[in-house]
């Protein structure tokens, strides 16, 4: 059973909508993660946060925007959705207190923009 | 920079029979953190083993285990008794100090039964 949760499962929209990406973890891990994967292809990390009102670019430039009040909740926001946007986005977290923790993730958000 | 070479796009595997799976990495660090990760189509993202650079005994958890060459940076798992429900993608990862991930490019993994 997952700890952490990630809604919607699946999502369509159209070009130009506002949308935001849920993640929110119960395991009280500082750190947490935005990877985009397409299918079948590797992660590219796009954002990330050592804990609260943390947060950094990842490796990929993306033109979503993370924010982090809580510990156990980190969405991801879209201003203005385009099909190039079209993926799915991972939310994963880690326990940074705990050497060698590896990524726990969530069940993913699969993106279609029409 | 780190990174993290998977050389198999796709493989596939007898039902019950053994396969490996190749992952070498790069990196100037001495500690550091190797993962094997499984994800199934459509599904979550799982932990399958981890290796430890700084142990130089293997990781094993059931039927997965791997072989952790240091000098060489190569981390390959080895699943044994292959059963239908390992067909899925897996990733090598590399976590060097600061929590910062690198993952493969995946390996797919078709099992014939």
């Known amino acids: 059973e997952a700890d952490i949760y990630q809604t919607p499962r699946y999502l369509v929209i159209g070009t130009g909508k506002k949308i935001t990406l849920e993640c929110s973890q119960t395991m009280g891990h500082d750190k947490m993660y935005w990877y985009q994967q397409d299918p079948g292809m590797e992660l590219h990390l796009i954002h990330y946060?050592?804990?609260?009102?943390?947060?950094e670019k990842g490796d990929l430039s993306s033109e979503s925007t993370v924010s982090r009040i809580r510990t156990e909740h980190f969405p991801l926001t879209l201003e203005s959705a385009r099909p190039s946007h079209t993926s799915q986005y991972l939310c994963?977290?880690?326990?940074?207190?705990?050497?060698?923790?590896?990524?726990?993730f969530g069940n993913g958000t699969r993106l279609t923009v029409t | 920079a780190q990174t993290v070479t998977q050389s198999q796009p796709e493989m596939s595997v007898q039902e019950a029979e053994t396969v490996t799976l190749s992952c070498t990495y790069d990196t100037s660090e001495s500690d550091y953190y190797l993962f094997w990760y499984k994800q199934p189509p459509s599904r979550q993202m799982i932990l399958v083993i981890r290796q430890e650079a700084y142990k130089q005994q293997n990781a094993t958890e059931n039927r997965f285990s791997v072989n952790f060459q240091k000098a060489a940076k190569s981390f390959s798992l080895k699943i044994s008794d292959s059963q239908l429900g390992d067909a899925a993608m897996y990733f090598c990862?590399?976590?060097?100090?600061?929590?910062?991930?690198?993952f493969g490019t995946g390996t797919s993994l078709t099992v014939i039964p």
């Open positions: 990862a590399y976590r060097r100090t600061g929590n910062q991930f690198y």
């Open positions: 946060s050592y804990g609260v009102n943390s947060t």
């Open positions: 994963a977290s880690s326990d940074v207190g705990q050497v060698g923790s590896p990524l726990h």
